[in-house]
Structures are given as C-alpha cells and as structure tokens.
C-alpha cells in the first residue's frame, strides 16, 4: 500500500493563490476597460493597455510560482505548463490588441477570461484539501456518525 503524497506546503499554495487571484482580477478589469472603452470613452484605452502590463507582469509571477509548486514543493507539475500557456496566449493577445487586430483580441481574451477562472478555482478547491488528498464521496461522509 503506497502512502498519498503530502499537499505541497503552505509557503507556496498561498502566494500561488493570490497570484492566480489578483490575476483572474485584472483580467477582468481588462474586459471591463474594454467594454467602456469601445461604448466611446477613449481615455480608457491608455487604462486598458497598462492593467494589460500589470496583468501580465502578474502571470509571469504565477509562472513562477507554478514551477515552485511543482519543483520543490512535489506538488502537480500541470500548473506549470499551463501558466506557461497562458502566457504565450496572454503575450499574443497583447500583440493583436497593439496591432488593433480585434477579431481576434476579443475571443482570445474570453479564451483567456476562462482558463484563468478555471486555474484560480483549482487554486482554492483542489490546493485546500491537498493534492493526491483522498475524498470520500459518500453523502455526510464528511460528518461523524451519530450513532
């Protein structure tokens, strides 16, 4: 019988959190900034392409952080392949919105609205009971008989 391997520690779970959070945030402010800018607010647009720096410059800090998650702290490597994605995905989205090639800016950017949804969810669902954790199914499981 082989032992579940421990959840990753403490020190880098958490600022992987608030990395994956505060980056899901500004991703948001972008569609935000974006919406208002195209109903006819120009000024926004200088708005939109600094959160788009400060987003990014969050990524690559979650890049990091992922790596840290997989090597030293054995937890899954998946992050960080997937950070990785994301920041090809975010760089060429920075690239097409610099070109003004908006057909393709717009999807790729609620392309990118959900997979940083997805990855900050799993952040704070899968990380907070351990990964490799085993979870028992069963209705009131989780709750001591009362026997």
Do not use: C
């Not at 600094?50 to 890049?63: I, K, P, V, W």
């Amino acid at each position: 019988m082989t032992a579940s391997p421990s959840p990753p520690p403490g020190w880098i779970v958490w600022p992987l959190r608030v990395l994956a959070t505060g980056h899901l945030a500004g991703v948001l402010g972008q569609a935000a900034l974006a919406g208002l800018f195209v109903t006819g607010d120009v000024d926004l647009l200088t708005w939109h392409q600094n959160n788009a720096g400060f987003t990014h410059g969050l990524l690559y800090l979650q890049l990091v952080a992922a790596v840290l998650l997989w090597r030293p702290g054995r937890g899954p490597g998946w992050p960080a392949p997937a950070s990785l994605g994301l920041v090809a995905l975010e760089t060429a989205q920075v690239a097409l919105g610099q070109w003004r090639v908006l057909g393709l800016h717009f999807p790729i950017g609620m392309a990118i609205f959900g997979l940083s949804a997805v990855f900050t969810v799993w952040t704070w669902r899968a990380l907070r009971r351990g990964v490799g954790a085993k979870v028992s199914r069963g209705v009131g499981a989780d709750r001591p008989s009362a026997a």
